[in-house]
């Protein structure tokens, strides 16, 4: 291998090229990393210097043979190279050498030891050679250059070595240190603390069986969901939880997810949960109990059925197959809004048929009327902001079919038996008063 394979340069007798070569290969070539490297660098430079400074500047001569009058022909002929190799490499490379040197041995103790790693970048700053601000800034750079690339780096540690350093990271332009270099710095940051969340998660998912599949499932490659996995309660809810947090937060573990599961979140379909499995019994007790003297039983079950099915699980349906065509999701919440407020009306009629005897009374009618507008009006204040005129019957239809699962899961038992069979009772009046 020739001196200028090593430096990585076209032959040349510019002594200024030559050592700014030799000075970029130093920052890769480290004597504590690459002892053997670095010597036939340090060889290939003082070679160089030697043929710079050769009276005959070529270390190949070249004769011309006239054997014919038409054509010259060249013909190399190899010199060996110069035995005399200078004594010293230069002074400023020897300096910008001594610089670079304990840039490694710093982030070293920093990682172990943040404190004591932090006590010595310091002191070295403090050092006279330090205040040479060409070598100060060689060092500054060469310090970002490997803490980038330095696994485990953390937020912390980076903010306070830029105060050491006075790198001005937190500004719109940082200051000493180049905005590439600042990018990657961040990168390895990012890279640490998705690691560290990973690290979390694999500990979190281990206690139990069911969390081990979990997690199994979680990373295992192109593994389809099984079918069941929908209709167990709250089995991938967790899971979804853990997705939405790395696809905001650590999008750099995604490669690690099963792309099934990814696939299955991103279509935010029906799941069967706890809320879902309550609701169903609740409802169809109360239906059984509220048409139990009911002439008409199957007709009627069947009509509540559909329609409190519609509330509870068919606007979830509807929201999924539309999600993308927001016009759609506003005429099924206003056909929604249209089957509630005949549901309410024929509540209050029933209703009614209880003050037969007051039906008479013109007074009794204007009463009725403006309890209805003063029920909506009721409606419309606890709703959220987030309703409209058109989908406020509905949200309120909502409100009233999940209300028992909300007092449910009150904390305390004994209370959660006590509000559902109370519960229980006033609903089964409305059902009954519904099919009168």
């Known amino acids: 291998m020739s001196i200028w394979s090593v430096l990585d340069i076209e032959p040349t007798d510019d002594l200024s090229i030559i050592k700014r070569v030799y000075a970029r290969k130093l920052k890769t070539t480290r004597p504590d990393q690459d002892p053997e490297g670095y010597q036939r660098l340090r060889e290939a430079f003082e070679q160089a210097k030697g043929y710079v400074d050769r009276p005959s500047r070529s270390d190949v001569v070249t004769e011309i043979l006239d054997e014919s009058p038409s054509f010259t022909l060249r013909m190399p002929v190899h010199i060996e190279p110069l035995k005399e190799l200078t004594p010293d490499i230069d002074d400023a490379l020897e300096q910008e050498l001594e610089a670079l040197r304990p840039v490694t041995v710093i982030i070293d103790l920093m990682m172990e030891d943040e ?10 700053l403090s050092a006279e050679l330090w205040q040479n601000l060409r070598l ?22 980076l903010i306070r070595v830029s105060e050491v350093m006075g790198w ?8 000493g240190i180049p905005a590439h270099r600042l990018a990657a710095l961040y990168r390895q940051i990012e890279n640490t603390e998705a690691e560290v969340y990973w690290e979390k998660l694999k500990r979190r998912y281990h206690d139990t069986e069911l969390n081990r599949r979990r997690f199994r499932l979680m990373t295992a490659a192109n593994t389809k969901l099984p079918w069941w996995t929908k209709w167990e309660p709250v089995f991938l809810k967790p899971l979804h939880a853990e997705l939405n947090r ?4 650590f999008p750099l573990l995604l490669p690690r997810i099963n792309p099934e599961l990814v696939k299955v ?42 329609v409190i099915g519609s509330f509870i699980y068919g606007y979830d349906i509807c929201k999924h197959i539309f999600r993308n065509k927001s016009k759609a999701i506003v005429v099924v919440e206003s056909v929604l809004s ?18 037969t005897a007051h039906l008479a009374d013109p007074h009794f009618k204007i009463f009725f009327g ?12 606890m709703g959220t902001k987030k309703w409209r005129w058109y ?9 009233l079919l999940t209300f028992p699962w909300k007092m449910v899961k009150i904390d305390g038992w004994l209370y959660g038996i006590v509000i559902c069979i109370l519960m229980l009772l006033a609903y089964s009046l409305l059902v009954a008063l519904a099919l009168k």
């Not at 249209?338 to 003050?355: E, P």
Request: charged letters at 15%; glycine letters at 8%.
């Open 115 to 124: 404190t004591e790693g932090l006590n010595l970048l310091k002191t070295v």
């Open 136 to 157: 100060r800034e060689l060092f500054s750079q060469e310090l970002a250059a490997q803490l980038s690339e330095r696994e485990g780096l953390y937020s912390a540690l």
């Open 168 to 175: 001005d990271i937190d500004h719109y332009r940082p200051g």
């Open 246 to 249: 790395i696809l905001w937060d």
């Open 265 to 306: 979140h991103s279509q935010n379909g029906w799941m069967m949960n706890w809320g879902t499995i309550f609701l169903t019994a609740f409802w169809g007790i109360l239906i059984v109990l509220g048409t139990r003297d009911d002439p008409n039983q199957f007709r009627d079950r069947c009509i509540l059925t559909v």
């Open 338 to 355: 249209a089957v509630t407020i005949g549901v309410l009306v024929k509540i209050f009629l029933g209703l009614s048929g209880l003050f």
């Open 370 to 381: 403006l309890l209805c507008l003063i029920s909506f009006i009721c409606l419309c204040v």
């Open 391 to 399: 989908n406020t019957p509905f949200n309120g239809m909502i409100l």
